[in-house]
């Protein structure tokens, strides 16, 4: 694909859309929009990125950003909802938004979708989020355009304020972390400019199916926990609590924080003993594969990206 075509980004103010508008700069990219319901986030990207289009707007609702569509040489399909404690916003922001942004892009003949979905589809995990991903994917095979499908492990890297980010964040601050159980469940965390790298290929090649881009480095939580630890300077010391009782603070958060950073279903989600598929991405994507420490140290250390956090 051409450099110099328009690239529009759905849900581009969050983790993979903020770390994609870096890569995407970097490989010469200028015509860059990003379509965000988030006025905070999105005033991060026109911070760092006074050059990049920024657009306000809910991508459930129909509205002017529609016209964005118009002459645009791909679409980054990179917006959902990561969690919360009941089942319509998953609806209304993965679901209902993803059937607007496909109809769109079929009134303006976009010519190649890229569509971000997750490992948590293959997963055993029936959660909020794991059902409305599946349900996400199928609308986008129906649409009958020409795309490719990414499946992601769990990411990590700059302006994380979920995951592993919010872990070091509160490691920093708690006096002690906890660690539900044993804390030896496998976890395949893939380092976020890795994954953008691979969806720079897709752009550039038109790649199509459906493909799981998983972490290439299986390493127990506990262990990943004190990888994080080492790389942030944190100093809470790491302690392993009952399963039950790790649960039972989860839930009673809950009940003071609307917008938990981690909730009851992403612990059960967690702990399940399950690996998922690797495939040689380095090789079939033409990307260089960032090793997990080094890419921890940038993560946590690498000014001044390390130190922008996103909004809820």
């Known amino acids: 694909m051409d450099i110099g075509r328009k690239i529009v980004l759905t849900g581009g103010a969050g983790l993979v859309g903020q770390?994609?508008?870096?890569?995407?700069?970097q490989k010469g990219y200028e015509r860059i929009v990003s379509i965000d319901k988030s006025a905070a986030n999105n005033a991060v990207i026109r911070k760092l990125h006074p050059d990049v289009t920024v657009?306000?707007?809910?991508?459930?609702?129909?509205?002017?950003?529609?016209?964005?569509?118009?002459?645009?040489?791909?679409?980054?399909?990179?917006?959902?909802?990561?969690s919360g404690l009941a089942y319509p916003p998953f609806?209304?922001?993965?679901?209902?938004?993803?059937?607007?942004?496909?109809?769109?892009?079929?009134?303006?003949?976009?010519?190649y979708l890229v569509h971000i979905s997750s490992s948590v589809v293959n997963s055993r995990a029936d959660d909020y989020y794991s059902r409305s991903k599946r349900a996400q994917e199928d609308l986008v095979r129906k649409a009958g355009l020409k795309t490719v499908i990414l499946r992601p492990t769990l990411m990590f890297g700059w302006f994380d304020r979920k995951h592993?980010?919010?872990?070091?964040?509160?490691?920093?601050?708690?006096?002690?972390?906890?660690?539900?159980?044993?804390?030896?469940y496998i976890r395949q965390a893939l380092f976020e400019l890795d994954f953008c790298a691979v969806i720079a290929a897709c752009l550039e090649r038109e790649i199509t199916g459906e493909?799981?881009?998983?972490?290439?480095?299986?390493?127990?939580?506990?262990?990943?926990?004190?990888?994080?630890?080492?790389a942030s300077g944190a100093r809470a010391p790491i302690v392993r609590i009952p399963y039950r009782l790790f649960w039972l603070l989860l839930r009673a958060y809950a009940l003071i924080d609307r917008h938990p950073p981690f909730t009851t279903q992403q612990l059960e989600a967690l702990v399940i003993p399950e690996e998922f598929?690797?495939?040689?991405?380095?090789?079939m994507f033409g990307v260089a594969k960032t090793p997990l420490r080094e890419a921890l140290m940038r993560t946590f250390r690498e000014r001044p990206y390390c130190d922008i956090v996103l909004a809820p």
């Not at 922001?93 to 010519?111: D, F, G, I």
């Not at 598929?277 to 090789?283: F, L, S, T």
């Open 164 to 184: 592993l980010g919010w872990l070091a964040r509160f490691m920093a601050r708690a006096p002690v972390f906890p660690v539900p159980g044993n804390g030896r």
């Open 277 to 283: 598929e690797m495939i040689d991405w380095p090789g």
């Open 211 to 230: 493909y799981n881009v998983s972490g290439l480095e299986r390493v127990h939580y506990i262990d990943l926990i004190r990888m994080i630890k080492e």
């Open 19 to 25: 770390n994609l508008i870096l890569t995407l700069k």
């Open 91 to 111: 609806v209304r922001n993965t679901l209902q938004s993803t059937e607007r942004e496909l109809a769109a892009a079929k009134r303006c003949h976009v010519p």
């Open 55 to 82: 657009i306000d707007a809910d991508l459930a609702e129909p509205g002017a950003w529609e016209g964005e569509f118009h002459d645009a040489g791909a679409l980054v399909l990179l917006q959902a909802q990561i």
